[in-house]
């Protein structure tokens, strides 16, 4: 039973290997570790907490040291390895010398940087290696949220809190002070400004109380989440069910007794499915992309039951999320939507800031075309304990969206979205993460 709980968690870490909105996908490898198959010469081609095999194809053995008892060749013994930055498998003890973090090596000078990790880095005016760019294509090799420079440097782009919190909750946008950083975000011609490290770290809101049950909960989690709804109405086929597998980067702060639950969502990722989960052909589904996902303002939950020790078998519930997404509205948890009918789409807002109404997810396969909607969905989570390091639970959710616009007219149609009627289907699991 401990084997099966541990191969379970498995596969949700290692889909985490920082505490920001990176994701390291990839399909097993015969060794027993990850290998993300995208041709590379050197660490760095691969992005964070992947190494270059030997194979020269990027690849990850583990993210968290627990995981590096799997390549043993009995895993129940002592576990004499740990896991280095770029996901090796390494003695306890030892260094990865291969492995840096380009964006926290100190310099003073480009040959150190071009010694270190090649010609297209130099050593950038905060005093750390920097990659040289021409477009902001070139930063992607470092990571999401990286752009370029006026100055053909990458750099951490922003013009609100919200771009830097998918680097970890320990980052602000650094924004002349009395900036407004969301309205800035929406201005015809915003500030633009690099996102810097808190001083003193994570943000917990100044409430923390060790000697409160709460207190051990605080930290920040990789949350994934699953809601499962039918959608009726939609073209070529009258109904479809569809899990939005969700990836959700969690703060969870103590409030005196309480617990607030800060939610920034990293990618969300719609799948289709036949109810007896029997193979079929899937003729059309809709992408998320990551303008939309990264225009998601954090969300708050709050506890609503006396916050339990934090041990295997405590529960806890939460108070419901309202939530509207490309609308602005009076009343969020009971004003109408706009629609696609509605006179001048009144209340419609361009949350993801792309110039078309509400937000903009694109439709793939026989049907190809960009949709506007705006949506309002609500949750309550369900907490269990797994042990101090794993929550799960089932989900309680609605959601109702609306059609506003889409880049082919005979595309705008209207749905109903209800609860998928098997309630295991939503659920989400949480893992503790580095600060």
Same mark, same amino acid.
């Given at each position: 039973?401990?084997?099966?709980?541990?191969?379970?968690?498995?596969?949700?870490?290692?889909?985490?290997?920082?505490?920001?909105?990176?994701?390291?996908?990839?399909?097993?490898?015969?060794?027993?570790?990850?290998?993300?198959?995208?041709?590379?010469?050197?660490?760095?081609?691969?992005?964070?907490?992947?190494?270059?095999?030997?194979?020269?194809?990027?690849?990850?053995?583990?993210?968290?040291?627990?995981?590096?008892?799997?390549?043993?060749?009995?895993?129940?013994?002592?576990?004499?390895?740990?896991?280095?930055?770029?996901?090796?498998?390494?003695?306890?003890?030892?260094?990865?010398?291969?492995?840096?973090?380009?964006?926290?090596?100190?310099?003073?000078?480009?040959?150190?940087?071009?010694?270190?990790?090649?010609? +297209?880095?130099?050593?950038?005016?905060?005093?750390?290696?920097?990659?040289?760019? +021409?477009?902001?294509?070139?930063?992607?090799?470092?990571?999401?949220?990286?752009?370029?420079?006026?100055?053909?440097?990458?750099?951490?782009?922003?013009?609100?809190?919200?771009?830097?919190?998918?680097?970890?909750?320990?980052?602000?946008?650094?924004?002349?002070?009395?900036?407004?950083?969301?309205?800035?975000?929406?201005?015809?011609?915003?500030?633009?400004?690099?996102?810097?490290?808190?001083?003193?770290? %994570?943000?917990?809101?100044?409430?923390?109380?060790?000697?409160?049950?709460?207190?051990?909960?605080?930290?920040?989690?990789?949350?994934?989440?699953?809601?499962?709804?039918?959608?009726?109405?939609?073209?070529?086929?009258?109904?479809?069910?569809?899990?939005?597998?969700?990836?959700?980067?969690?703060?969870?702060?103590?409030?005196?007794?309480?617990?607030?639950?800060?939610? +920034?969502?990293?990618?969300?990722?719609?799948?289709? $499915?036949?109810?007896?989960?029997?193979?079929?052909?899937?003729?059309?589904?809709?992408?998320?992309?990551?303008?939309? %996902?990264?225009?998601?303002?954090?969300?708050?939950?709050?506890?609503?039951?006396?916050?339990?020790?934090?041990?295997?078998?405590?529960?806890?519930?939460?108070?419901?999320?309202?939530?509207?997404?490309?609308?602005?509205?009076?009343?969020?948890?009971?004003?109408?939507?706009?629609?696609?009918?509605?006179?001048?789409?009144?209340?419609?807002?361009?949350?993801?800031?792309?110039?078309?109404?509400?937000?903009?997810?694109?439709?793939?396969?026989?049907?190809?075309?960009?949709?506007?909607?705006?949506?309002?969905?609500?949750?309550?989570?369900?907490?269990?304990?797994?042990?101090?390091?794993?929550?799960?639970?089932?989900?309680?959710?609605?959601?109702?969206?609306?059609?506003?616009?889409?880049?082919?007219?005979?595309?705008?149609?209207?749905?109903?979205?209800?609860?998928?009627?098997?309630?295991?289907?939503?659920? $989400?699991?949480? %893992?503790?993460?580095?600060?």
């Amino acid at each position: 039973m401990m084997m099966q709980r541990r191969v379970l968690w498995l596969a949700l870490g290692i889909l985490w290997a920082v505490s920001g909105c990176s994701r390291l996908d990839g399909m097993a490898a015969g060794d027993g570790g990850i290998a993300a198959g995208q041709p590379c010469v050197a660490d760095l081609d691969c992005g964070s907490g992947r190494y270059c095999g030997e194979d020269k194809v990027c690849a990850l053995d583990c993210v968290t040291r627990k995981d590096c008892a799997f390549l043993l060749e009995d895993p129940s013994q002592s576990n004499t390895m740990d896991c280095s930055p770029c996901g090796r498998c390494i003695e306890e003890g030892a260094i990865d010398d291969s492995c840096v973090v380009v964006t926290e090596v100190e310099c003073t000078g480009n040959e150190e940087c071009r010694q270190a990790f090649g010609e +297209k880095y130099v050593c950038g005016p905060g005093g750390s290696c920097v990659r040289t760019c +021409k477009q902001d294509l070139h930063c992607k090799e470092v990571g999401r949220g990286w752009y370029c420079s006026d100055d053909q440097l990458c750099f951490r782009r922003c013009t609100h809190d919200l771009d830097c919190i998918l680097h970890g909750w320990h980052w602000f946008c650094d924004l002349p002070p009395g900036t407004d950083g969301d309205a800035n975000a929406y201005a015809e011609d915003p500030v633009v400004s690099e996102c810097a490290k808190r001083e003193d770290g %994570v943000n917990w809101g100044g409430k923390a109380d060790p000697s409160k049950p709460a207190h051990a909960w605080q930290g920040v989690w990789g949350m994934m989440l699953n809601t499962a709804v039918r959608t009726i109405g939609l073209p070529l086929i009258n109904q479809q069910d569809t899990v939005s597998n969700q990836y959700i980067l969690m703060k969870l702060a103590q409030d005196g007794e309480d617990l607030v639950f800060n939610l +920034k969502w990293c990618s969300i990722d719609l799948k289709n $499915f036949k109810e007896d989960d029997s193979p079929f052909d899937d003729v059309a589904w809709i992408i998320t992309p990551d303008l939309y %996902v990264d225009h998601i303002f954090i969300q708050d939950l709050r506890s609503v039951v006396a916050v339990p020790a934090l041990q295997a078998g405590a529960t806890l519930r939460t108070d419901k999320l309202v939530e509207v997404r490309g609308a602005k509205l009076m009343n969020p948890e009971t004003d109408e939507l706009p629609n696609w009918d509605t006179p001048n789409l009144e209340g419609q807002w361009d949350q993801d800031n792309d110039g078309h109404p509400g937000m903009t997810n694109f439709m793939s396969g026989v049907i190809t075309a960009e949709i506007y909607n705006a949506q309002r969905w609500t949750l309550i989570m369900n907490v269990n304990a797994v042990d101090d390091e794993h929550i799960q639970g089932l989900v309680e959710h609605t959601s109702k969206q609306n059609v506003l616009g889409a880049s082919d007219p005979s595309y705008v149609y209207d749905t109903t979205s209800i609860p998928h009627k098997q309630a295991d289907r939503s659920f $989400f699991k949480a %893992v503790r993460m580095a600060d």
